[in-house]
């Protein structure tokens, strides 16, 4: 049975792989990277190998590898790394799983396969749960993401049951627009200590009044201050104030949006804004136009995100 000693609760970052300009793994920026997150914007959990982190562009040795470097440089200083381990083959998504539990990660999530598609809920229960299987000490969590994966089997029906079927099952990642089925699943499992990490970031305060534990995303990873600011002011009833930092983020990534933001946009702005390399994504993607950045930058400063001095420093400034 899965350890719960630890609930995964609040800002979770995740990660970019940083590269370098041949696109090969830039290992030597991790600890700098892992003392950025926690000194500079105040997260100290990570989502490893997901979306943001171009997993599924990786090989498995390249995997293995990412999350090693994590775990060891986020020693003694990050709360908990979370691997995501989900691929298309079985085997490969228990071999990552097994990895994780090897070299002390303190949880592992898995998307739904998105080639050949589990077609209903019970399908998709038996894949997770052969994955699950191989990391037993594990806590285990579901990625959620319609979007990408095209599986749209909703969370709600997913999680009724869900622990009977995988003991090891503590949460979920929810990145998806579709709060009605992110609040039914809160609704209908309160007595149960899942984590509820809601994936949208622009949509973060709505999720936390219908019940979210958490949140797991790509901007905290420079706009982590900003939105621990919010979760602050939630927890202390301030709702005035959270509902102005959420407008705040609101603005930035709805610019960001129109511009067309994925992961090659945010590799470029955490580099703007931390000042550590993260290079360029690997195909099929590619790289930020110089016309991204330059309207990303000019954004972030007029939102008062960040000045010349931040941009040398890496910091970012509350918003007005």
Not at 67 to 87: P, S, Y
Request: with cysteine.
């Amino acid at each position: 049975m899965a350890s719960r000693k630890k609930k995964l609760q609040g800002l979770v970052a995740a990660t970019i792989t940083p590269m370098t300009e041949h696109g090969e793994i830039n290992f030597s920026v991790i600890g700098q990277y892992v003392d950025y997150l926690v000194e500079e914007q105040g997260v100290k959990n990570i989502f490893v190998n997901g979306t943001t982190g171009e997993g599924l562009s990786l090989s498995v040795s390249e995997r293995r590898q990412v999350a090693e470097e994590w775990m060891t440089k986020g020693r003694n200083k990050l709360d908990q790394v979370v691997i995501h381990v989900g691929a298309l083959s079985l085997k490969e998504s228990q071999e990552l799983a097994r990895h994780a539990a090897e070299i002390g990660a303190d949880g592992i999530a898995v998307i739904a396969p998105f080639f050949l598609k589990p077609w209903n809920k019970d399908v998709l229960i038996n894949f997770l749960k052969e994955v699950a299987a191989a990391a037993p000490a594990l806590p285990f969590y579901y990625y959620h993401i319609p979007a990408l994966t095209g599986v749209k089997i909703r969370a709600e029906e997913l999680l009724d049951g869900i622990q009977e079927k995988i003991p090891t099952f503590q949460g979920l990642k929810f990145s998806d627009t579709d709060l009605l089925d992110f609040g039914q699943c809160v609704d209908q499992n309160r007595e149960r200590q899942f984590a509820f990490l809601f994936g949208v970031d622009e949509q973060l305060l709505s999720a936390l009044v219908m019940g979210a534990t958490g949140a797991v995303g790509s901007t905290y990873n420079y706009l982590g201050k900003k939105t621990n600011q919010m979760l602050e002011a939630f927890e202390r009833k301030d709702f005035s104030s959270a509902l102005n930092h959420q407008f705040c983020i609101q603005r930035f990534i709805n610019f960001v949006l129109k511009l067309g933001f994925g992961v090659s946009q945010t590799k470029a702005i955490m580099t703007l804004v931390s000042g550590i390399p993260m290079g360029p994504p690997r195909p099929p993607l590619q790289r930020a136009s110089r016309e991204f950045i330059d309207e990303a930058k000019a954004r972030l400063e007029s939102l008062d995100f960040l000045s010349s001095t931040d941009l040398k420093d890496g910091n970012l400034e509350s918003c007005s």
